[in-house]
């Protein structure tokens, strides 16, 4: 259940992301599937390493709670993707696991609850956004091929009510790509984050599910 203060949060930020965004980028009916001509150069690069991220936060993660990699299946199999990458307009259910520690004091494996994250359209454009928890990336959704889309935000952290324009804080940027792993599963998968682990996996399932 998400509380007011959240639901106020994600008002604010639906209303706010459409004027953050579209003077960031482009106006989003001519952003197609340019995503590479709005990425950083350093984002770029983390893309590219995407399973490099893999290799090294997996290994760490199924040592630390076998159990619960085994019981996810598809959403952790590195290579696993399948047609339709862009998750339909509308609610879902999601919740964020982190994959290998990064930095002594950080964890393996963490799984955090489940939380609500909507996918609407901004003109032609795909936006998603996670609305619960400390942790929130908000961004668009970039055709890439069928079974990958490119995802491209900034991460909104604690009361924040709005999320800083792409760019401004490398901190905050954000890049990673959505994969279809099952008949109504997604993932949105984040090589090397700012912050605690080396990979971050998004599961997503409608909320209806």
Not at 145 to 158: E, K, N, Q, S
């Amino acid at each position: 259940m998400i509380g007011k203060s959240a639901l106020a949060a994600a008002a604010a930020l639906t209303l706010a992301s459409c004027g953050i965004y579209r003077s960031m980028y482009a106006p989003p009916g001519e952003m197609g599937s340019n995503w590479r001509g709005v990425a950083t150069p350093a984002d770029r690069d983390r893309l590219r390493r995407w399973h490099d991220a893999w290799d090294a936060a997996l290994p760490a993660a199924r040592a630390a709670d076998p159990d619960a990699i085994a019981q996810g299946g598809a959403l952790f199999a590195p290579d696993r993707a399948l047609a339709g990458a862009m998750p339909p307009p509308g609610t879902y259910r999601c919740r964020t696991y982190k994959l290998g520690a990064a930095g002594p004091a950080a964890h393996d494996f963490i799984r955090f609850p489940w939380s609500e994250c909507r996918v609407f359209f901004e003109d032609e454009v795909l936006g998603l956004h996670k609305l619960g928890g400390t942790q929130r990336p908000v961004g668009l959704l970039f055709r890439d091929r069928d079974a990958r889309a490119i995802f491209l935000g900034t991460l909104v952290l604690g009361d924040e009510a709005a999320p800083l324009r792409y760019g401004t804080d490398t901190t905050r940027d954000m890049i990673g790509y959505v994969e279809r792993v099952d008949d109504a599963r997604w993932r949105l998968v984040l090589p090397w984050p700012r912050f605690e682990s080396k990979l971050e996996v998004i599961e997503l399932v409608p909320a209806s599910e």
